[in-house]
């Protein structure tokens, strides 16, 4: 069931990336020349916020990133998904994961928990290229690849994206998320990014996932090195921050979900203050 390079999800190269957008926000969003609205969190198996999006824009695509196997039950997600396709054909890509086993009472090995929902996805007729996997480490990767059309990498270097791409091989679509402070002041950046990766520096798939990039423990230590932040939060003019949200195309993403971390009312401004230097 791996994805095949003319099904992958065209979502084009840049997307928003947010806890969630009004369908006015999302309207902006499209007239931008961003391609799709990523909503972030463990949003509940019903879905019912994603069709207002898809009413209010024409060709603006909506994703989850991510939907969480244990809060969310396979059948109803699944549900979800056929009455937003039926609506709205080939506008919204599921996007799934395991969550964090710190949170989690019912936790077990992810590479079982996610093959076990994939094929719950598959009997109820969920298409593998319309849905993708939120995957760090190498054996999920592979089977994002190979059970959906691909992956939905979080809190990731451009480093990450290129052995992504060398384990999942061309034909997978590969969405790294990377997190963006529109300031020109490196303090004031990266007290914006430790205040966002605090809560991950206690979640052991992000600690393990930094480690394999080469972070040391007193990188990882909180509140967090400059080191780590600088990789994972871009700052700068906003000609370097698009210099580096590109580093993660050239190292083999299809698209890049751009977090803007900042006020949900100053979104818009922020992603249209970036938009010019993206090239959309």
């Known amino acids: 069931m791996t994805a095949s390079a003319d099904s992958k999800p065209d979502l084009g190269r840049f997307g928003s990336f947010g806890r969630g957008v009004t ?3 999302a309207k902006d969003i499209e007239a931008l020349g961003y391609g799709a609205v990523w909503v972030g969190g463990s949003p509940p198996a019903e879905l019912d916020w994603v069709e207002p999006i898809l009413e209010a824009t024409t060709t603006l695509q909506v994703a989850t990133g991510i939907v969480n196997i244990w809060t969310a039950p396979a059948k109803p997600v699944a ?3 056929h009455r937003i396709d039926k609506a709205y054909p080939g506008r919204f890509l599921l996007g799934i994961g395991v969550g964090h086993r710190e949170v989690v009472d019912e936790y077990r090995k992810p590479i079982d928990a996610l093959t076990d929902y994939l094929d719950r996805l598959d009997d109820y007729g969920v298409p593998a290229n319309r849905r993708v996997v939120a995957a760090l480490g190498p054996r999920v990767l592979q089977l994002s690849a190979q059970r959906s059309a691909g992956a939905h990498p979080y809190l990731t270097t451009p480093e990450h994206t ?3 791409r060398e384990l999942i091989g061309p034909s997978a ?3 790294p998320e990377h997190k963006v402070v529109l300031t020109t002041d490196p ?3 990266r007290s914006v990014g430790r205040k966002a990766l605090d809560i991950y520096l206690n979640l052991a798939n992000y600690l393990n996932n930094w480690k394999r990039l080469g972070f040391s423990d007193e990188d990882l230590a909180k ?3 400059d080191r780590l932040v600088d990789s994972v939060v871009a700052y700068g003019p906003t000609d370097a921050i698009a210099a580096r949200l590109r580093e ?6 299809d698209h890049v979900p751009v977090q803007v971390l900042t006020r949900s009312h100053d979104l818009v401004p922020a992603l249209a203050e970036l938009a010019q230097a993206l090239g959309l």
């Open 23 to 25: 369908p006015a926000q």
């Open 79 to 81: 549900e979800s998904f």
């Open 162 to 164: 290129a052995s992504a």
């Open 173 to 175: 679509f590969l969405a």
């Open 187 to 189: 303090d004031r950046a």
């Open 223 to 225: 509140p967090g090195s």
């Open 248 to 253: 993660h195309l050239d190292a083999g993403a």
